[in-house]
């Protein structure tokens, strides 16, 4: 099985965000900190479709898994 090797900005462009480095990094400025408690999937600044894709990539451990939990990481 090929091994998906996937970047934050393509993680963004999936999302269907700005995804260059400035935009990332605004992203990541303005909605942080994220509440511990609250799931990435849950937080209130995604779409409903953003946040469907982020809980199944999430749930199946999928290639974009390991990024999101960086996401995750970096709005802490």
Do not use: C, Y
């Amino acid at each position: 099985m090929e091994q998906a090797n996937h970047t934050l900005s393509e993680l963004f462009k999936q999302l269907g965000l700005a995804n260059d480095r400035k935009s990332i990094e605004a992203f990541v400025k303005s909605h942080r900190p994220l509440n511990t408690s609250t799931r990435l999937e849950d937080a209130s600044f995604w779409t409903s479709s953003q946040s469907h894709f982020i809980k199944e990539q999430l749930a199946n451990d999928a290639d974009w898994a390991e990024l999101i939990d960086q996401l995750s990481l970096a709005l802490r």
